[in-house]
């Protein structure tokens, strides 16, 4: 029986450079205490690692408590919104900017539209912390959809448009969306007296650390008996990547911690693989092997089948 950790798993170079940053800043010892907007990633242990160095959670009602204290703020990957900044700058809170330059790259091309009038519509979850950076980009003046329909109730089809993804989104559904999105546009100019000028730009700005995992995982998953996921719960990129593991290998099960294992998960199992979202912390996919070695010696000892 053999137990391996899928070789494409693990953080993705922004979380890494995020969580590098942090660590940098809380071996300062400096007396200057570090806060972090938000979770600084969807990975509740590598969130108590993180705290157990001094990093604190806080959110932006909490900067005029802070204000006084001298302290500092991390943003992490998924960025902020402009209000943030002007809000800590206001206050005289310095920030360290850890925003993923992938997502600072989609805020710039959201503003850029926005600015020349273009109806902007993101296909991603309304109330995701990237999504809300984006969304504070364009004053809120934008359309948030999770499908094809969402986007035909919403969209003014008759106004410039142009659509993005948040960067963990599935491309198969942003695709959908984009299609339905141009058919009805086509309907629009056949079926009014008035020809419309419908100018439509579709913007694919789904995270290639994410679409690139896609076919890797789906492989590595189909060459096992058993699947273990790891993610948070909390994690949109862990969703999306434990489907298309599901999907490759129905054996697929989501865990957010070792405890969770159940052992007749192994039964008849001759491989197990272990794999994660962009932020599973590699030390933790280790544990989770290490937990089903011992797992399945104590029970090869026994006697009893797994
Ligand atoms: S998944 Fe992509 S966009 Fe998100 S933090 Fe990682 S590298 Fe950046």
Request: hydrophobic share 40%; proline share 3%; with cysteine.
């Amino acid at each position: 029986m053999s137990v391996s950790i899928d070789p494409s798993s693990g953080f993705c170079w922004g979380v890494v450079r995020t969580v590098q940053i942090a660590e940098q800043y809380l071996a300062m010892n400096d007396g200057r205490e570090l806060y972090v907007l938000g979770n600084i990633i969807h990975n509740p242990m590598e969130i108590e690692r993180l705290s157990r160095k001094g990093l604190k959670t806080i959110s932006v009602d909490d900067f005029p408590r802070i204000a006084h204290r001298n302290a500092r703020v991390l943003i992490r990957a998924h960025g902020e919104a402009p209000a943030t900044y002007r809000q800590a700058m206001k206050l005289g809170i310095e920030l360290v900017d850890a925003t993923c330059p992938v997502v600072t790259k989609l805020q710039e091309r959201v503003r850029k539209f926005f600015d020349q009038g273009y109806q902007v519509v993101i296909f991603g979850k309304k109330e995701h912390a990237e999504v809300k950076g984006v969304r504070g980009v364009c004053n809120d003046d934008c359309i948030v959809v999770l499908n094809a329909d969402e986007a035909l109730a919403n969209v003014d089809l008759r106004r410039p448009t142009v659509l993005f993804s948040q960067t963990t989104m599935d491309r198969p559904s942003f695709l959908q969306i984009k299609e339905a999105l141009q058919q009805r546009g086509m309907e629009i100019i056949v079926d009014t007296a008035e020809r419309i000028a419908l100018e439509f730009h579709a913007k694919d700005t789904i995270c290639g650390q994410v679409s690139g995992r896609e076919d890797k995982l789906a492989a590595f998953a189909a060459a096992q008996d058993v699947v273990i996921f790891i993610a948070g719960r909390e994690s949109s990129n862990g969703k999306v990547l434990f489907g298309i593991a599901k999907e490759a290998n129905p054996r697929t099960h989501f865990i957010e911690h070792v405890s969770e294992i159940q052992p007749e998960w192994l039964k008849g199992a001759d491989s197990v693989g272990v794999s994660g979202a962009t932020s599973t912390p590699h030390w933790l996919m280790q544990q989770v092997q290490q937990a089903l070695q011992q797992k399945l010696t104590a029970a090869a000892v026994s006697g009893d089948a797994v």
